[in-house]
Nanobody
Framework: QVQLVESGGGLVQVGGSLRLSCAASGRTFTSYAMGWFRQAPGKERELVAAITSGGSTNYADSVKGRFTISRDNAKITVYLQMNSLKPEDTAVYYC????????????????WGKGTLVTVSS
């Protein structure tokens, strides 16, 4: 069982930055792929970024060059650094984990946090 708790969301102006954190429970954190997903009102949940247990990363085209996913296995935490934020980045951001995640489908993730809201104002 893995429990995930997100933090760091909030209101930010266009062009600003935020760093989201996802604190995970469980001694097997290092063996899990981790991901950040987001869901805007009226839209489907989509992958933002993912990182494998080995540190390989994958990003949605819409955030490449602006967002960075990282993990600190000692702190059992995964981060999402978001820079140059745009109004279209406004969404609830979810942290997720799975031993065998690949691709972009949210259905490939077994464990989910409750989400944190990011609002980018213009």
């Amino acid at each position: 069982q893995v429990q995930l708790v997100e933090s760091g969301g909030g209101l930010v102006q266009v062009g600003g930055s935020l760093r989201l954190s996802c604190a995970a429970s469980g001694r097997t954190f290092t063996s899990y792929a981790m991901g950040w997903f987001r869901q805007a009102p009226g839209k489907e949940r989509e992958l933002v970024a993912a990182i494998t247990s080995g540190g390989s990363t994958n990003y949605a085209d819409s955030v490449k060059g602006r967002f960075t996913i990282s993990r600190d296995n000692a702190k059992i935490t995964v981060y999402l650094q978001m820079n140059s934020l745009k109004p279209e980045d406004t969404a609830v951001y979810y942290c997720a984990a799975d031993r065998n995640f690949s691709g972009t489908n949210p259905g490939g993730m077994r464990y989910w946090g409750k989400g944190t809201l990011v609002t980018v104002s213009s």
